[in-house]
C-alpha cells in the first residue's frame, strides 16, 4: 500500500515536470494535457486530469486509494520551442517503455535546467536580421534595411536588458518600443532612413505578440476558454504596451 | 524580380524566428521553407485582389498542411513549424497603424484597423484549425477502411 502511494506521487513529479517544461515553453494547452496524460497512463496510471491554465497546473491522479491532487505554479513564460521538441521527445520514448520513473525524471530535470541553444548575441542578430527581412516584406525599399536592421537589433537587446533590470513584461516592452520610435525618428530626421512607419513595423515584429494572439484564438475554439482568455488578455497587454512605446514617440514631433 | 526577393526575405525572417523562440537547430531550414511557402500564397493571393481575410486563411491552411507534413516526417511537435509560418501573416502592421490612429485622435479609423488586425488573427487560426480537423477526418476514415477490410 505504502509503495504503491509512493509510487503514484512519483508518476505525479514526472507528470507535473513535464508539463511545466511544456507549459513555460509556450506549448498549446491541448498539448500540455495530452503528455501529461500519455506520459501517466505509460506508467500505469490509466485515470488521470490534468487542468492546464497559462498560470498553473492541477493534476489529480485516480487509483485504488482515494484520490491525488497536486499543484503548481507557474510564473514565468517565455518561448523555448527546442524544450517543447525534448519533452516531446521523452514523451515519446516514455510511451514506447525505454525509461523507467527514476530515469525520466532525471532526464526532465536535465531539460529543466538547460539553458538556449543560442547566445545572446545569436538572437540580437537573428532579430535584426528578421527586422529587414519583415521591411522588405512589407513593401519597404531596400534603402531602408539598414536602418531597420540596427532599429530592430537594439530593440530587441533594450527588451532582453530591460526585463532583467526590471521583471515586469509591460515596462520592459514599453522601454523597448519606446527606444523603438526614437530611433526610427533619428533615422529618418537624419536622412538615413526613408518611411518612418515602414521601419518601425518591420523593427517591432520580433516583438509582437502573434504565437500568443493565435494560441489564444486557437484554445478558445479548443474548448479551453480560461486559457484562451488568459492568453489574449497577455497579447493585448503586450500589444498595449507596444503601441503605447510608440505613440509617446509621436508625441515627440 | 519581386517574387524572388519575397521568397528570399520570407525565408530569412521565418527561420531568424525560430532562432529568437529557440527552435531546435536542425529545423530551422525547415522552418524557413514552411514559412515562405505560406508567405508566397499569401502575397500571390493578395496581389492578385483576393480579400486580406481570405488570403490570410488560404496562406494558414497551407501552412498548417506543411507544418504537418513536416511534423510527421521528422517527429516533433507541429507548433515548431507552424509558429515559424504565421509569423509573417501576423497583422503587426495594421495593429501598428491602428494604435497609431487612437493616438492621433482618428478613432473611427483606429476601431476599424483593430477589428481587421481582430478578423486576420481569427482567420490565421481558424485556418491551422481546419487543416488539423481535415487531417483528423483523413486520419479517422483510413482507420475505418483497416477496420472494415480486417472484418
Known amino acids: ?104 525524471y532525471k532526464e526532465l530535470k536535465k531539460i529543466s535546467e538547460s539553458g538556449s541553444p543560442y547566445s545572446l548575441w545569436v538572437h540580437v542578430l537573428a532579430a535584426a536580421i528578421s527586422s529587414g527581412c519583415f521591411l522588405i516584406m512589407f513593401q519597404g525599399s531596400w534603402g531602408d534595411f539598414f536602418p531597420a536592421f540596427v532599429t530592430g537589433g537594439l530593440g530587441f537587446l533594450s527588451l532582453l536588458y530591460f526585463h532583467q533590470l526590471v521583471p515586469i513584461k509591460f515596462f520592459s516592452e514599453f522601454s523597448a518600443s519606446l527606444l523603438i520610435g526614437l530611433q526610427a525618428l ?12 515602414k521601419i518601425i513595423i518591420g523593427s517591432v515584429m520580433p516583438l509582437v505578440p502573434g504565437l500568443l494572439i493565435t494560441n489564444a484564438v486557437r484554445d478558445l475554439m479548443a474548448g479551453h476558454l480560461i486559457s484562451g482568455l488568459a492568453k489574449g488578455a497577455d497579447a493585448f497587454l503586450t500589444a498595449f504596451a507596444i503601441g503605447a512605446g510608440i505613440a509617446v514617440t509621436f508625441s515627440f514631433f | 524580380m519581386t517574387i524572388i526577393e519575397q521568397l528570399i526575405t520570407s525565408f530569412i525572417a521565418s ?13 530551422l531550414f525547415h522552418c524557413g521553407l514552411v514559412g515562405m511557402v505560406g508567405w508566397i500564397f499569401y502575397f500571390l493571393l493578395e496581389a492578385n485582389g483576393v480579400d486580406m481575410v481570405l488570403a490570410t486563411v488560404i496562406a494558414a491552411f497551407s501552412i ?88
Open chain 2, 15 to 27: 527561420a531568424a524566428f525560430v532562432i529568437i523562440f529557440n527552435g531546435p537547430k536542425r529545423s
Open chain 2, 64 to 151: 498548417a498542411i506543411a507544418s504537418q507534413y513536416f511534423a510527421k516526417k521528422y517527429k516533433t511537435p507541429v507548433i515548431i513549424y507552424s509558429v515559424a509560418g504565421i509569423i509573417p501573416l501576423v497583422p503587426g502592421g495594421i495593429a501598428y497603424n491602428a494604435m497609431r490612429n487612437f493616438v492621433q485622435n482618428d478613432y473611427n479609423l483606429a476601431i476599424n484597423l483593430a477589428a481587421k488586425a481582430f478578423m486576420i488573427s481569427g482567420s490565421i487560426a481558424i485556418g491551422l484549425v481546419f487543416s488539423e480537423v481535415i487531417n483528423q477526418i483523413i486520419r479517422k476514415s483510413k482507420l475505418k477502411t483497416i477496420v472494415n477490410k480486417s472484418q
Open chain 1, 186 to 197: 533619428f533615422f529618418v530626421s537624419t536622412g538615413i532612413g526613408g518611411e518612418l512607419d
Open chain 1, 1 to 104: 500500500m505504502e509503495m504503491e502511494r509512493q509510487e503514484t506521487y512519483d508518476i505525479m513529479a514526472v507528470c507535473l515536470l513535464a508539463g511545466k517544461i511544456m507549459l513555460q515553453s509556450g506549448a498549446e494547452t491541448y498539448r500540455v494535457e495530452d503528455t501529461m496524460m500519455r506520459i501517466a497512463a505509460s506508467f500505469g496510471a490509466h485515470q488521470s486530469h490534468p487542468y492546464v491554465t497559462p498560470t498553473g497546473i492541477l493534476f489529480s491522479v485516480e487509483g485504488n486509494e482515494p484520490t491525488k491532487t497536486k499543484l503548481i505554479r507557474i510564473i514565468e513564460r517565455t518561448t523555448d520551442l527546442e524544450k517543447v521538441a525534448s519533452v516531446n521527445g521523452i514523451s515519446r520514448k516514455i510511451s514506447a517503455g525505454e525509461y523507467t520513473i527514476e530515469e525520466a
